[in-house]
């Protein structure tokens, strides 16, 4: 008879496995045995901490309470097939609880055999089910979308397997004999049932499953079990639990990419090959101009304008409104090869009507066949002359002639970034531009340095008092000023820098005010004076530059009958003022600078090396808008390297786009980061709801991570984090090449500093570093907005990161657990130490003991023996060297551990706009991190007060044993050779446990008893 009671396992997920692949990591599964049935999980590839979050169901029955549950983890091994034993856990079953009083637990993980290598733990959740005994589960695609809570897909897959997997083990539990030869043999055949199971299931995710937006919802690191809550498929997106890990990884890309350049040496290749994409063809119509044409019988003239007909495809030039027959429209379009429905072109000249249909001119038709190709660096293809036909296609020639270019070429052609190409032809007027890929050159950008040094003759207007002067000075959209003069006087001195960015060319002048400080809330202006930018002297080094007297004028008191102001000599202010050239005008953040050369090109350096990017397409975009009621997304790509910035065209309505688009940047420093980023377009007049280019997802690469003449071609997961979570919105394709010019001085310039020596030299605050970067931002901003098509501010912002400096809780906990993990191998080290101090591996203990003595006897050999030790571990270390790129990890940024409240605050504009009450929460959350934060400052200074007040004298008899005690000390030192009391010392603080205390030391207590100044705090 078999029970109603169900025996769940809910394997969770496990932490820090033993590696067993060899390569520093395991593919581990989960096997659970109760009562002779077996079951097991799916398995997780390359992870020494996964996560299943999976079911496993069991019979069970009420009177069996003296049995365990075996969970056991090993290691799938690939491609011979095999499993390494990872740990195992037993469990009695007389703690399994019924489902309302399930815990999550987390068990360590035992040795199977005495000489076993097992570390890590388990997280299980194990419980008596009476309502999961006849769980049915939807289907992996409903007919129709329900608003109903359902599970998510993985949930769906992950239970079918359970399922099926109970439905073998419970066939092979009935037909189990008493034989023990029969029941290897039913083990045997339920093993392969069940991998039988799992590879069908695992085919059906495979092929049967759609690849939607994944998204990683909020949820905390300390409660497992709220993250493993099912979710609503409809309301909310899958958690990072439920998704596959490997959707967040770089995944490499085989293309074959850059296999006609198999030794690619800079001197015997173009930088322009196009090896880096894939080829792809184009048919090109150049329409330059046309003489001739037949005029009007009324107006005498006429307005024509050319249509090229490929198939559906139709292309418009421009329309002449003037009435001439010698139209010049200069305009290439560009039909894919792929796409091609017909095997003529045709080519119209028409007439603009204002009324009725547009007149016909005449046609050219095209044999597909007999065009020419063109394969570049070859010389453009020259435009000919054709004689118009009858448009009926009777073969009649009538008046007119056209100058056309036809030939088939590929996108390396001169040609393809200002075509009008065929997947755009729904987009017309302006809008077109904003389609076109464009190569933009950041603006050239100085610092402008202005010493206030002193002014003379400062008069108020109430004459009876002396004025308080500062002096304010205003360059475009930045306003500086100096402090008050601390002495009330008609001379004030301050010798004060105001530091401004401006840009080439110099089209504002800097505008100088001194002011008097009248009250609060009134100032009062005593002089003004307004300068040229070009009178400036330029500086390339720290030398001082002449100083100047400037004199200030001011408006008088205007009479009744005077007609304009008159101007009248008030004061003079002292000046220092200078472009600086020898400063990099950082645009954007130090920690990922694309750029470090200084402002005047007479200190740039030759470039070390070349940087060729092929931006190839993206795959399983989000929708980013509404158009005739479905998602759609109008991709293009940005790429900021340096000075340089590159635009794709933009792929209209396309989740997949191919954009197959190469560029190539000189590189000055390898410790530089290109940065690349996918946008939606939101100015092509279609979509709802759409204000400004929405962000889809960014990818930075650190060039000094790559090899040198190595083609990476990868795929790299767009991240974006919005108010409601982390979440993935595609996958952006890209080959990058990194080529050395000389590595001689790519080796040279690691030795040296990373910006310019001015930095150094008079280096900026902190504070000015920011201003000065925001400044720089708005200008590169304003002054790519005005290219066409524009890259809007939206686009630059994103680009150069302009929000990093903001406060943040969740960069705040990644930075403090970053530092913690840096701190992890100090700890390790020190946990070590401990263990040999107390035996724990007397083995250990033994030959810690025999190298000490060693290194004492021979101190000689401490040196060599670490570097040596460092030579080997580098060594060793490069098996396990990364394939690929580095990209941005989610558990590093502490993305997918954030909560909804903390996002919030990081989205929230500065100053704030949210409500007084949510303010104050979060300000008395901020005072108790920061309340936290000052305690330990706090005990960090006292402890460094109580070694102070070892010579102080602030206790008497602490400070009396100490100088005691040195004294003692200099005695023995003297007396005892210095290697007799180092392994004195090294073997006392070696000892066995048995000569150990549990009480701290005499010099701890000693220490712990000195005086701080913590009294003395009010």
């Not at 939807?138 to 949930?155: A, G, V």
Request: charged share 25%.
């Amino acid at each position: 008879m078999r029970h109603t009671a169900k025996l769940v396992v809910h394997v969770v997920d496990a932490h820090h496995l033993m590696p067993r692949d060899g390569q520093g990591s395991a593919s581990p599964f989960v096997e659970v045995d109760f009562l002779n049935q077996l079951s097991r999980t799916r398995t997780v590839p390359k992870s020494l901490n996964p996560v299943w979050n999976q079911k496993l169901y069991f019979d069970h029955d009420p009177t069996v309470i003296n049995h365990h549950i075996e969970v056991s983890v090993y290691h799938e091994r690939r491609p011979v097939p095999g499993r390494s034993f990872l740990g195992r856990v037993k469990i009695s079953c007389s703690n399994i609880v019924y489902e309302a009083d399930q815990v999550y637990q987390r068990f360590p993980l035992e040795k199977k055999w005495l000489i076993s290598s097992i570390k890590g733990e388990i997280g299980l959740k194990l419980y008596i089910s009476f309502s999961e005994q006849n769980q049915t589960f939807p289907t992996l695609f409903p007919c129709k979308p329900s608003t109903s809570t359902t599970q998510t897909e993985e949930d769906i897959a992950d239970s079918e397997t359970e399922d099926s997997l109970e439905r073998f083990s419970s066939t092979e539990q009935d037909d189990l004999v008493d034989s023990a030869s029969e029941r290897v043999e039913d083990k045997r055949k339920k093993e392969q049932l069940k991998e039988a199971a799992v590879q069908k299931l695992h085919r059906q995710e495979i092929f049967a499953r759609p690849a939607p937006m994944h998204s990683i919802r909020p949820r905390s690191r300390e409660n497992p079990q709220d993250a493993n809550k099912p979710q609503s498929r409809g309301a909310n997106p899958p958690s990072y639990a439920d998704t596959d890990p490997n959707e967040f990884k770089v995944k490499a890309m085989n293309l074959g990419l850059g296999e006609r350049w198999p030794n690619p040496i800079v001197g015997e290749r173009s930088t322009g090959t196009y090896d880096l994409v894939e080829q792809m063809f184009y048919l090109y119509v150049r329409v330059v101009r046309a003489k001739q044409l037949s005029t009007g019988l009324i107006t005498g003239g006429c307005d024509p304008y050319v249509e090229v007909k490929l198939g559906n495809y139709k292309g418009r030039t421009k329309k002449f409104e003037r009435k001439t027959i010698l139209p010049e429209w200069n305009q290439v379009f560009a039909f894919p090869k792929e796409r091609i429905q017909s095997s003529v072109l045709e080519v119209f000249v028409k007439d603009k009507e204002t009324l009725g249909r547009d007149d016909f001119l005449g046609k050219v038709v095209f044999d597909l066949n007999e065009i020419p190709t063109r394969v570049p660096p070859n010389s453009p293809l020259a435009p000919q002359w054709y004689r118009l036909e009858d448009w009926r296609g009777e073969g009649k020639v009538v008046r007119g002639e056209i100058m056309l270019a036809v030939w088939m070429g590929s996108q390396a052609d001169e040609a393809f970034p200002e075509a009008w190409h065929a997947d755009s032809a729904s987009v017309h007027g302006e809008s077109l531009f904003n389609v076109r890929s464009k190569v933009y050159v950041s603006p050239k950008l100085w610092y402008l340095r202005v010493n206030i040094i002193e002014a003379q003759d400062m008069i108020p207007s109430d004459r009876n008092r002396l004025p308080d002067v500062f002096v304010k000075a205003n360059l475009g959209m930045q306003t500086l000023k100096t402090s008050i003069c601390p002495m009330k006087t008609a001379n004030p001195l301050w010798n004060e820098d105001l530091l401004f960015v401006v840009v080439e060319p110099f089209e504002e002048q800097l505008v100088i005010s001194v002011e008097d400080r009248v009250h609060t809330s009134k100032d009062e202006v005593i002089g003004k004076i307004s300068l040229p930018m070009n009178i400036f002297e330029k500086r390339l080094d720290h030398r001082p530059v002449p100083s100047r007297w400037f004199n200030l004028d001011k408006y008088g008191h205007v009479e009744p009958d005077s007609r304009r102001n008159e101007h009248k000599f008030s004061s003079r202010i002292h000046l220092r003022i200078c472009l600086e050239g020898g400063y990099h005008v950082m645009d954007e953040s130090t920690m990922y600078i694309s750029d470090t050369r200084p402002t005047a090109r007479q200190l740039w350096k030759q470039p070390v090396g070349m940087l060729e990017i092929g931006i190839l397409g993206a795959k399983g975009l989000a929708p980013m808008k509404l158009k005739d009621g479905r998602g759609s997304t109008d991709a293009y790509c940005v790429a900021k390297y340096g000075q340089k910035w590159v635009r794709t065209r933009t792929i209209l309505d396309s989740l997949s786009p191919r954009w197959n688009e190469q560029y190539t940047w000189e590189v000055y420093d390898p410790c530089t980061v290109i940065t690349l980023g996918v946008l939606d377009n939101g100015h092509l007049g279609s979509g709802t709801g759409v204000s400004g280019d929405a962000r889809i997802g960014k990818v930075r690469i650190r060039l000094s991570t790559l090899e040198a003449h190595k083609i990476y071609t990868h795929s790299f997961p767009l991240l974006v984090l919005q108010p409601h979570g982390l979440k993935k919105t595609g996958d952006l394709q890209i080959s990058i090449r990194l080529t050395t010019l000389s590595f001689a001085n790519m080796i040279y310039n690691y030795g040296h500093s990373l910006l310019p020596k001015m930095h150094y030299i008079s280096p900026f605050t902190v504070s000015q570093v920011e201003s000065l970067r925001y400044q720089a931002m708005n200008i590169v901003a304003t002054r790519l907005g005005r290219a066409e098509p524009p890259l809007r501010k939206e686009v630059v912002e994103y680009m150069l990161d302009v929000d990093s400096h903001l406060w943040s809780m969740r960069r705040s906990k990644a930075n403090f657990f970053r530092i913690m993990s840096l701190l992890s191998g100090y700890f390790s080290v020190a946990k070590w130490l401990e263990d040999v101090c107390n035996w724990r591996y007397p083995l250990t203990s033994v030959l810690v003991h025999v190298l000490f003595f060693i290194l004492v006897m021979y101190p000689e050999l401490i040196l060599p023996t670490m570097f040596l030790y460092m030579f080997f571990i580098g060594l060793w270390n490069f098996r396990f060297r990364p394939r690929h790129p580095p990209h941005m990890d989610m558990k590093l940024s502490w993305a997918e551990a954030v909560g909804p409240d903390e996002l919030d605050e990081e989205f929230d504009t500065f100053p704030t706009s949210r409500s007084q009450d949510l303010v104050r929460l979060r300000y008395d959350r901020l005072r108790g991190v920061a309340g936290r934060i000052q305690t330990v400052v706090g005990d960090i200074a006292s402890q460094g007060e109580r070694i102070q007040s070892l010579m102080s004298w602030r206790d008497p008899r602490a400070t009396s044993l100490f100088i005691l005690s040195c004294l003692a000390a200099s005695v023995v030192f003297y007396a005892v050779p210095f290697k007799v009391l180092t392994l004195v010392c090294g073997l006392y603080y070696l000892r066995h446990p048995k000569f150990r205390s549990k009480l701290p030391s005499a010099p701890s207590n000693f220490f712990k008893r000195l005086p701080s100044r913590t009294d003395n705090l009010l």
